[in-house]
């Protein structure tokens, strides 16, 4: 089994990144870096270079192409992934973002980095494997080719107002050979046997917040909260609601069953899953 290398680049003391230098060790063997000329030194010296580069990106264009190529220049076999900060998040439309790397939400990177990892440490080529030209809908395409994950069971209790919501998910839980339950909002909620709630937060406000904490002391199953674009102050807002996991929207599937394998503990039985969209 490969072991897998990373180093880190960047300034984390912002509130977003904060986690990323505790998490990163989890998934790999890491180097942190304050900047990218500290790094890059590192590399033109090293016989030994990383399988990943992670660079954490906290305003638009902070980083220029050429800065980003002076990586692969120094290690040529090394890919390049870039964190962004909330600040980011318009980048795509309205900006320049670097060409030629893989870009993670800070509220995205752990679980589409993580698979990566875990795809290379069974062997599989992992996604920053295919060519620097290839486009998200190309990986998104590639994701989908490996066979759906069947899990050991369960209920999973999703609480929305949407039937279209809850039908993706339910939908999603059947691959993985979990059963589903919706619990509509005000509606008398009689269910027993709950492994995990899906909560769905559509405003995020303050009765939504104290619904989160009455689901969570009735049926006291771990909880994935689903938010939309989420800032710190929300995730902290969530957590101390009652929310254990928060999946940002929109999201992968992937990111979906990443989240419930965590939650469910069983994150080491499972193989790779088709991906789609919400």
């Not at 957590?239 to 419930?260: E, M």
Request: proline content about 8%.
């Amino acid at each position: 089994m490969t072991r897998v290398s990373l180093w880190l680049v960047g300034d984390r003391d912002t509130p977003e990144f904060a986690h990323v230098a505790s998490r990163l060790p989890q998934v790999g063997a890491c180097r942190v870096f304050d900047g990218l000329v500290s790094a890059l030194a590192a590399l033109r010296q090293t016989d030994d270079p990383p399988h990943v580069v992670v660079v954490v990106q906290t305003r638009p264009s902070e980083f220029r192409d050429s800065d980003l190529w002076a990586i692969y220049e120094a290690a040529p076999l090394a890919r390049v992934c870039v964190i962004v900060g909330p600040w980011c998040e318009g980048e795509p439309r309205s900006g320049h973002p670097p060409a030629g790397v893989l870009r993670y939400y800070w509220h995205q990177w752990e679980p589409r980095l993580s698979d990566d990892i875990a795809r290379l440490e069974r062997d599989r080529c992992p996604l920053w494997g295919m060519p620097l030209t290839a486009v998200d809908d190309e990986r998104l395409l590639e994701t989908a080719r490996e066979p759906p994950l069947q899990g050991s069971g369960g209920l999973i209790a999703v609480h929305t107002p949407s039937s279209e919501l809850f039908d993706c998910l339910a939908d999603a839980c059947n691959i993985k050979g979990l059963s589903t339950v919706w619990l509509r909002p005000h509606d008398p909620h009689c269910v027993r046997g709950v492994a995990a709630i899906v909560w769905d937060a559509v405003m995020f406000s303050d009765e939504e917040q104290r619904c989160l904490r009455t689901l969570r002391e009735r049926f006291s199953a771990p909880v994935l909260a689903l938010l939309a674009y989420p800032r710190r102050h929300t995730e902290r807002l969530a957590h101390a609601a009652g929310a254990d996991a928060i999946l940002a929207r929109p999201f992968l599937i992937t990111d979906f069953w990443w989240h419930l394998d965590r939650l469910l503990g069983t994150q080491g039985a499972s193989s790779r899953k088709p991906a789609f969209a919400i």
